[in-house]
């Protein structure tokens, strides 16, 4: 089933100089249930492309063209049927709201019930998202926890309301490489077989490889690519894409050998899809800041 459909699609923003195309003639089908990841360098589009799908472009910005939900009832609501998590995890959590309290009231805006059961809720996703003791974490602030334990904040509350898809737009690029790959393996092992739809934005081919079934590239504002991962990764055609692939080529070869990340326990991913494109590769950055190094 077809979740989007667009045809032709495109977006401006307006300002006083005048209109400034962010995204041109994009064809692009979503199915149910992929998870499918946008790629793209900086200002390619891909956060307007988020946005756009969630029913969420700011007022400044014009679309054209046609974008369809056929696998939508109705509208879709953000929070309730599209959960949102973004880079900075402010952007999805109060800073004055207690923990367990930001959980459960996203889950009782959408689904109702009782505070104390909301509450249960929120510890068990928050459990889910490997947090360690999450009941007392349910009484703390945001700012009591890492960059990366937020973000395990962030996904929890977006997941708590058991919204039919998940955007998240770069959810882990202010994290170091290791916290990465941590995250986008729990989102991976969480979300397989769910069902859930999973739009996964990234610039960083590692991580879409890592949990992506299907690619889209976007570069300048143009879809130059789309399709499943692993013909993708397998056969580029665009030279932009192909250029992504052969920078990790380079790097695999000036990497020093030996370095075994993982028989040190640093969390690294257990599994990759794809055996040609291992975040392995990209991810041997020194384990300063560890998952678990909290800041309260
Ligand atoms: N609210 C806005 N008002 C005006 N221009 C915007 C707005 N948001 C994005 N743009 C412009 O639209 C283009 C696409 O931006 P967008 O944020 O979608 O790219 P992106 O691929 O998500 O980039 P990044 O990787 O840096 O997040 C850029 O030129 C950007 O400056
Ligand atoms: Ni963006």
Same mark, same amino acid.
């Given at each position: 089933?077809?979740?989007?459909?667009?045809?032709?699609?495109?977006?401006? =923003?307006?300002d006083?100089?005048?209109m400034?195309?962010?995204l041109?003639?994009?064809d692009?089908?979503?199915e149910?249930g992929?998870h499918?990841?946008?790629?793209?360098?900086?200002?390619?589009g891909?956060?307007t492309?988020?946005?756009?799908?969630?029913?969420?472009?700011p007022s400044?910005?014009?679309?054209?063209g046609?974008?369809?939900?056929?696998?939508?009832?109705?509208?879709?609501?953000?929070?309730?049927?599209?959960g949102?998590v973004?880079?900075d995890?402010?952007?999805?959590?109060?800073?004055?709201?207690r923990v367990?309290?930001?959980?459960a009231?996203?889950?009782?805006a959408?689904?109702?019930?009782?505070?104390?059961?909301?509450l249960?809720?929120?510890?068990?996703?928050?459990?889910?998202?490997?947090?360690?003791?999450p009941h007392?974490a349910?009484?703390?602030?945001?700012?009591?926890?890492?960059?990366?334990q937020?973000?395990?904040i962030a996904?929890a509350?977006?997941?708590v309301?058991?919204p039919?898809?998940?955007?998240?737009?770069e959810?882990?690029?202010?994290?170091d490489?290791i916290?990465?790959?941590?995250i986008?393996?729990?989102?991976?092992t969480?979300?397989?077989g769910?069902?859930?739809t999973?739009?996964?934005?990234?610039?960083?081919i590692?991580?879409?490889s890592?949990l992506?079934?299907?690619?889209?590239?976007? =570069?300048?504002?143009?879809?130059?690519?789309?399709g499943?991962?692993?013909?993708?990764?397998?056969?580029p055609?665009?030279p932009?894409?192909?250029?992504?692939?052969?920078?990790?080529?380079?790097?695999?070869?000036?990497?020093?050998?030996g370095?075994?990340?993982?028989?040190q326990?640093l969390?690294?991913?257990?599994?990759?899809?794809?055996?040609?494109?291992?975040?392995?590769?990209?991810s041997?950055?020194?384990?300063?800041?560890?998952?678990?190094?909290?800041?309260?």
């Amino acid at each position: 089933m077809k979740l989007f459909s667009l045809r032709g699609f495109g977006v401006s =923003y307006r300002d006083r100089a005048g209109m400034h195309p962010a995204l041109q003639a994009i064809d692009l089908d979503i199915e149910a249930g992929r998870h499918l990841a946008l790629l793209g360098e900086s200002g390619s589009g891909k956060s307007t492309l988020a946005a756009a799908l969630a029913g969420l472009l700011p007022s400044n910005a014009v679309s054209t063209g046609r974008l369809t939900r056929p696998g939508f009832a109705s509208q879709p609501r953000p929070g309730r049927d599209i959960g949102m998590v973004f880079q900075d995890p402010g952007g999805s959590l109060d800073p004055l709201i207690r923990v367990g309290d930001q959980i459960a009231e996203a889950r009782r805006a959408c689904r109702g019930g009782s505070r104390a059961d909301a509450l249960a809720l929120a510890q068990d996703w928050l459990g889910r998202m490997a947090l360690p003791d999450p009941h007392a974490a349910l009484r703390k602030y945001p700012h009591q926890f890492s960059g990366g334990q937020k973000q395990r904040i962030a996904l929890a509350a977006a997941l708590v309301s058991e919204p039919s898809m998940l955007i998240a737009d770069e959810p882990t690029s202010a994290l170091d490489s290791i916290t990465q790959h941590a995250i986008v393996e729990l989102l991976r092992t969480l979300t397989a077989g769910s069902g859930l739809t999973l739009i996964f934005v990234t610039h960083d081919i590692a991580l879409a490889s890592q949990l992506a079934d299907d690619v889209a590239v976007l =570069y300048q504002g143009r879809l130059v690519e789309a399709g499943p991962a692993e013909r993708l990764f397998r056969a580029p055609s665009h030279p932009y894409l192909k250029a992504l692939l052969a920078t990790r080529q380079e790097l695999k070869s000036l990497e020093p050998k030996g370095l075994d990340l993982e028989n040190q326990g640093l969390g690294r991913p257990r599994s990759h899809r794809f055996a040609e494109i291992d975040p392995r590769d990209f991810s041997v950055k020194v384990p300063a800041v560890g998952e678990g190094a909290g800041h309260g």
